[in-house]
């Protein structure tokens, strides 16, 4: 299940290829919708007020609301840009942003919203994951769900994931979501940005997938959700907090009633246990701040940069189904490449039932 995108936050269109679907899913365009609208700008005051409709055209790969089999092309036209706002930065670098990377490595760039560096792009992560989420829940009883676990310094003082859907952060504690519209509202005004964690819980993964040396699981959830632009680190169950710890405290206890914990996060040698796989995502602050800053334009000039336009204080606000997304994808991926190489062997007594008790 291979994925690729394509376009520019100011082009035309966005759109992706899949190649390898499996035949037969269910799809119509209205499929798109609600995971679209939850990582969609222009929703609550406290995104990019860029106000996309963001309406999926099913170009192939699909008939009579079934996929084939064949590579499937999904297009998302752009109705919403303002190029004009991006003259400036056109000759300049946002510190901490990809022009400068981009410049040195094609020696031209797109510069209209950050063009292919966007945010923008990841609405066709999220759409081709749709599909995925699709036939994983289906097949197997899969559920990707994330939330968001820190907005700068502020971290949640309850998980509910039954309240995660209920405002604009993805927050799992409904106490404290005016504490971060406040937050907001005062870091907008300021014209700073902040970054943000999200975490991914998928359950209903059963033993098995992923691969023991290269292409393991954990390496290609690393992988993914790395590729997610702004991200600067990606932990596995207990990840950094596991150089504390002693080996006795973070094995995970094996009784027949089930694991006594999950700090491996779902994952041991590479391979799903069959225990929620928990993945944790770190998003930068973003770089196009209204806050002037010392930079270089492309004639090597010191420059005042300021960046106008509509953008995001923290993108990892929306990130929570782009991080579900790319977790969906490796694992349709991860589960396609098992059923080829294993078939329905692979999953042998004793088999441990995937709850977590503590
Ligand atoms: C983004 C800047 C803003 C955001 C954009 C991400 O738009 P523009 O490209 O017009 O400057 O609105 O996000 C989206 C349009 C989107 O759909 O996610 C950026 O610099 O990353």
Redesign the pocket.
Known sequence: FAVTTFGE??GPAIGCVIDGCPPGIGIAPEDFRRDLER????RTRH????R?A?EVEILSGVYEGRTTGTPIGLLIR?T????K??ARIAEQFRPG?ADYAYWQKYGIRDP????R???????MRVAAAVIAKKWLAEKFGVRVQGYLSQLGGIVPRGIDLSVVEDNPFFWPDAQQVAELERYMDALRKSGDSVGARVDVVATGVPPGWGEPVYGKLDGELAAALMSI??VKGVEIGDGFASVAQKGSEHRDRMTPQGFASNHAGGVLGGISTGQPLRCSVAFKP?S?LRLPVEGLDVHGNVVDVVTT????PC?GI?ATPICEAMVALVLIDQALRHRAQCGDVGTVAPRIPGQIHG
């Open positions: 936050s100011h990582r969609a700008t222009g995104t990019s007020q860029r996309e963001d752009n919403d840009p303002r190029s706002d991006y942003h209209r919203g950050g063009g560096s966007s945010a923008r792009e990841t609405t632009n702004a973003t196009s336009g509509r953008h995001d993108v929306r």
